[in-house]
């Protein structure tokens, strides 16, 4: 079946535009997580859902960002008034579910390269 | 705090040569542990995990790992490494959400 995908793959704006960012999980994977990768860094944890709720929005920088997963299935990263400092790989991924159990593996998209100029 | 620390940031190995990867963890509480691998140009993918038992963890493509609770380490090793080993490795750790709180990853070059 398909894996995590995430569009768009590249997307260069400007600095104080808004832009959106959109994760499609695995088929039947109720957990979803949105991480952030710096160039040199790992991956930062931003937020996760299980379902349609955010069950930990603790990671997310300040109140630029926010994500919505309405049904409980694709989930939207949205980014307001963006920053040159908010450049990175955006990174989402699935789980059957968020328990964190030995079959809840998350399995990655190939993310998004976002650069704010 | 929740962190993973990795030792080596850049590794270069000719093939053949033996591999081992320092990670170590501060978590309280119960801890999962994983490693995922990055190839050149691809997306992150599962090596191997850690959740409970044996702490000896055999992997995909000849890696395994050791939990070592008392050191708090999860080193990755494989006995023999390939040119198709080279990719970036992230050492993971995780409670009961599932959240990955990831080290800043090791860049692994092998020589053919």
């Known amino acids: 079946g398909a894996g995590v995908s995430q569009t768009p793959s590249n997307k260069v704006t400007e600095k104080g535009k808004y832009v959106e960012l959109r994760c499609d999980p695995i088929s039947g994977h109720t957990a979803l997580y949105w991480y952030r990768q710096s160039l040199g860094q790992g991956p930062e944890f931003l937020i996760y859902?299980?379902?349609?709720?955010?069950?930990?929005d603790s990671g997310l920088p300040n109140d630029r960002f926010f994500a919505v997963r309405p049904e409980g299935s694709v989930s939207t990263l949205k980014i307001q008034r963006t920053e040159r400092g908010d450049s990175a790989v955006y990174l989402c991924a699935s789980s059957l579910r968020a328990g964190g159990g030995r079959t809840d593996t998350q399995y990655f998209g190939p993310g998004t390269r976002l650069t704010v100029l | 705090a929740q962190s993973v620390s990795q030792h080596n940031h850049h590794v270069i190995l000719s093939e053949a040569a033996s591999l081992e990867l320092g990670c170590n963890y501060s978590y309280g509480g119960t801890v999962n542990l994983f490693w995922y691998v990055q190839y050149p140009g691809q997306h992150l993918q599962l090596l191997l995990k850690y959740f409970s038992g044996d702490p000896l963890v055999k992997g995909i493509k000849g890696f395994e790992a050791e939990f070592i609770k008392s050191k708090f380490s999860f080193n990755l090793r494989k006995p023999s490494v390939q040119w198709s080993d080279t990719a970036e490795y992230f050492c993971?750790?995780?409670?009961?959400?599932?959240?990955?709180?990831f080290g800043q990853g090791t860049t692994l070059q092998v020589k053919p």
């Open positions: 993971a750790a995780s409670g009961n959400t599932g959240k990955l709180i």
């Open positions: 859902f299980q379902g349609t709720g955010a069950a930990d």
